[in-house]
């Protein structure tokens, strides 16, 4: 009699185990990227966030988010750990590879973060001086890949690369346009140069080959496009 209540115990906590599981979507990112993740009172917000919502919404499943280190969003979403990631993260040939991409769904460009005074004018200036890049990033394939002078110094976290221009360290920093706009509002003796170096385009990510998952964000991306609830997120994310 004992064991048998021990065993229905047992099944009844494995079968919640499970709902609960089936209940839930789990995003993946790395949450120092304003406005697209960031934290507020302990909480991640941001443009990414809203999208993840409305795909949790859409599934009818309880969204979890899971903040992690960039180069790591592709090893958790290929061993299941997470669903799909929304992380800012640029479409890439190489990335095509590992993983399956939505449609995109924002635009953006790499951009020069270096101090105020800086002598650094044009791309051709980038030759021979330290650059820091968010480790894993499409601007660290940048840089050692087309900057061969260069020397590369790599951060998990954007606060440690922006520490590293401040200190002197490094002379420059490279990394998307709109991150790095909030970046300088909060780190005055900080400037976005006006060098452009390259576009590139965000989509979301899910594992390769689930293709199910990826209809469903396709149709919910299409449809916050249509709305211009993408843009809104946006305007209310960087106006704050
Ligand atoms: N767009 C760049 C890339 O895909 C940087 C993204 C960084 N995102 C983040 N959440 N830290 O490589």
Redesign the pocket.
Known sequence: MKRLVIFLLLVIIFLTGCGKKENTIVMV?????AP??YYENGKVIGV?IDIAKEIAKHLGKELIIKDID?DS?INELNSGKADFAL??????EE?KKEIDFSIEYSE?K?VIVALKDSNIKTVDDLKNKKIVV?L??????FVSSELSEATVIQQKK?LSAAQDVKSGKADCLI??AL?ANELVKNNKELSVLSVDLFT?R?AVAVAKGNEELLDEINKVLDKLMENGKIEEYILYHTSR
Not at 87 to 92: E, F, K
Not at 136 to 141: E, F
């Open positions: 990112t790395e949450a120092g990227f697209y993740e990414d960039f969003i992380a800012g993260m640029s479409i890439t990335r953006s790499q968010q894993g990033s499409v601007a660290d394939i954007f990394m998307d991150p590139d965000y």
